[in-house]
C-alpha cells in the first residue's frame, strides 16, 4: 500500500502558510488538473483529487491543526477517509471554481440539496465512559406541507427547463475546454415553477422544530461528531436533505482529567502513610478501587490501576488510571505527636527547630 504524501507538499506550500495563500496554491493546482481541462487522462485526475483532499485538510481549521500534531493518522482516527468526491469539492469549494471558469457555478450531481447542519452536544465524562442517549432539539427547513416541497400551486406542476431541457446543467466554453455548470435559470433542478405555492412561496420549505434521539458511543472523545443522515436542512423543491452533524464536547471533571483513554486524577495521603505504606481507597470514574501505597512513598509518585480508564472507541485496549499521591504534612501538632517527631528526628540525625516557649514562660526564669 502506498503511504499518502505531505499535504503541504502536494500544495507547494509550507506549515506556516496562510489560510488565503493554501487556496491560492490550490486554485492553481485545480487549473492545472481539472478533470475538463484533462479529459481520459488518468494521471491527471488522481492529481486532482490528491491537491482538493490537501486543500479540504488545510483549509479547515481543525482538519489542519489535527494534521500538524498527529498526521494522516490523526484525520482517521476523527473519521476523515480522505478525498471526498467531486460532488463535496465542487459544492463545498464552489467560489474557488467561480473563480476558475469566469463566475460559472460549480457543478453538481444533486444540485440544491439541502445544507448540512452543526449542533454542539455538551457531555458528562461519565457518559463518554459508558455512552449514552441524548434527546437533542433544534429548528430546521422540511418540506412545505402545502406543496409536498415541489414549490407549486395546488393542482399545478413544475415544468421542464427550457435552457437546460432538464438536466440541471448546461455545457459553458472557456478558452480551449468546455465544462458542465448549474443552470442559471432552474439552479440546477432542472425545473420551473410557474405557479409557486402560495404557502411557501416556491421555496418549497418550511420551519419546524424537531427532537431527535442521538447514541453515543462509549471512548467518544471531545470534538468527534455524530453525523445523522438526512436531518439537515430541506433540499431544494424535492431535492435530498442534507446532514445534522452533532459535535461533542466533554465537561472538565471535579477529580479527573483525561489523556487519551486513560485517566489522571491527584490523590493527597498522610506523610505518615507515605513513610509506612498504606492500603486505601481510591475514586474511580464509576466506582471505587483499592491502592497499595509502598514504604518510602515520595510526594508526586505515581501509581496505574490497570483497566479504569476509558474504553476505546474503535474497540482497543480499556485505558487506566494513573493517580499521583501528594503528600501532605499536618500543620498543628498534638504535644505527644510533637514529642515522638522530635525524638524521630534525634534518632535520624536530623536538626529540626527547638521547641518554643509559651509567651508566660519567657519571663519565668
Known sequence: M???????????????TAKAEIKKAYRKAA????????????????KFKEASEAFQVLHDDEKRRLYDQFGHAGLKGA???????????????GDIFSDIFGGFGARSRHPGT??????????????AATGAEKIIEFTKSVACAECGGSGARSGTYPETCSVCHGHGQVAKRHGFFSISVTCHRCGGSGKVITHPCPQCRGEGKAQESKSLKVKIPAGIESGQQLRLSGEG???????????LYVVIHIKPHRIFERSDNDLL???????????????IEVP????????????????????????EGLPSLRGGRQGDLIVQVIVQVPKKFSRKQETLLREFAELSGEKVSEKSEGFFQRFIR
Open 2 to 16: 502506498t503511504s499518502k504524501r505531505d499535504y503541504y507538499e502536494i500544495l507547494g506550500v509550507d506549515r506556516n
Open 31 to 46: 487549473v492545472k488538473y481539472h478533470p475538463d481541462k484533462n479529459p481520459d487522462d488518468k494521471e491527471a485526475e488522481e
Open 79 to 93: 473519521g476523515f477517509s480522505g478525498f471526498s468526491g467531486f460532488e463535496d469539492i465542487f459544492s463545498n469549494f
Open 114 to 127: 439541502g445544507a448540512s447542519l452543526r449542533y454542539d452536544l455538551p457531555i458528562e465524562l461519565e457518559e
Open 233 to 243: 436542512e430541506a433540499g431544494e423543491r424535492g431535492a435530498p436533505p442534507g446532514d
Open 265 to 279: 486524577c491527584q490523590l493527597p495521603i498522610s506523610f505518615t502513610q507515605a513513610a509506612l505504606g498504606a492500603e
Open 284 to 307: 474511580t470514574l464509576l466506582g471505587k478501587a483499592s491502592l497499595t501505597i509502598k514504604k518510602g512513598t515520595q510526594t508526586h509518585a505515581l501509581f496505574k490501576i490497570q483497566g
